[in-house]
């Protein structure tokens, strides 16, 4: 399939000072991302919780792609250039197209191959090309890859662990210096301060959660609401969602939606938590 990708935008980021700056303020290690590869990386606030959640991709040495759901615009771009002013690093939105291909290849002016063999494919100047699939396939394959997402409603509520961001490609490093909310994300890790983890589900219903909304979890006698759903798309009858819960759950723990009841299936990680 070929799906445009058009609820992304690439903030272009260039300058002589642009990897020190990026180095300062994400998740990523900077230096152990070579140039033409891409990973997931966030940028928290203070308290370390997630501001904003990206693909960065290192186009030359000092020049980097972010490439962004459009939804967490302005405020992700402005809390990326709040100390700028002090960097020689510049910050634009690139209007370009983006194209997510499965199962084919495609030529383009940047390709990047991820995990599990889909490619993100850049193409600076448009390109007429036959897309046959639908935003809810791409979706739905991040979903089953056990890649996050962020929105407006969830900006700035979860520790970069709860989204699973450690087990993720290179999106944190415990290794790099100082950036920001590093003591809280290190905190989590060394100390235990996380206890919520991403959770991926199925069911086969034409209910779909809000985003923001809750899940029902079974305590044998009643169910209760909880945890917190972060993406959900559904498919002619398919749901597929993710939601941040507790990570200390029985991995037997049954959990349902609270709109019609509809149970839901665990679908397994492609790593581990």
């Not at 308290?47 to 615009?73: N, T």
């Not at 944190?172 to 994300?185: N, T």
């Amino acid at each position: 399939m070929l799906i445009e990708l058009s609820h992304y935008i690439i903030i272009d980021i260039q300058g002589e000072d642009s990897r020190k700056y990026l180095q300062g303020q994400l998740t990523c290690d900077i230096e152990q991302l070579a140039i033409g590869n891409s990973t997931l990386t966030a940028h928290c606030d203070p308290k370390g919780k997630v501001q904003s959640l990206f693909r960065l991709v290192a186009v030359a040495e000092q020049h980097f792609y972010a490439i962004i759901d459009r939804c967490l615009l302005p405020s992700a771009l402005e809390a990326l250039k709040k100390y700028a002013v002090f960097s020689k690093v510049s910050f634009q939105l690139l209007e370009t197209q983006i194209i997510g291909v499965i199962g084919q290849s495609l030529q383009a002016d940047y390709v990047l191959t991820l995990a599990d063999q889909r490619q993100l494919a850049i193409n600076l100047s448009p390109q007429t090309i036959a897309f046959d699939g639908q935003l809810a396939h791409w979706q739905i394959a991040d979903i089953q890859a056990g890649l996050p997402s962020l929105t407006t409603q969830t900006q700035l509520e979860f520790l970069p662990q709860a989204l699973n961001l450690q087990a993720i490609e290179q999106a944190i490093s415990f290794q790099k210096g100082c950036y920001i909310g590093q003591e809280m994300v290190a905190r989590a890790k060394y100390r235990g301060a996380n206890k919520r983890a991403m959770l991926s589900f199925y069911a086969q219903t034409q209910a779909c959660p809000a985003i923001g909304s809750e899940l029902e979890m079974d305590l044998g006698e009643s169910w209760r609401a909880t945890g917190v759903v972060i993406s959900a798309v559904n498919f002619a009858g398919d749901l597929y969602l993710q939601a941040v819960l507790n990570n200390q759950l029985d991995p037997e723990t049954a959990f349902r939606l609270p709109q019609d009841h509809s149970p839901l299936t665990r679908l397994p990680l492609p790593y581990e938590i």
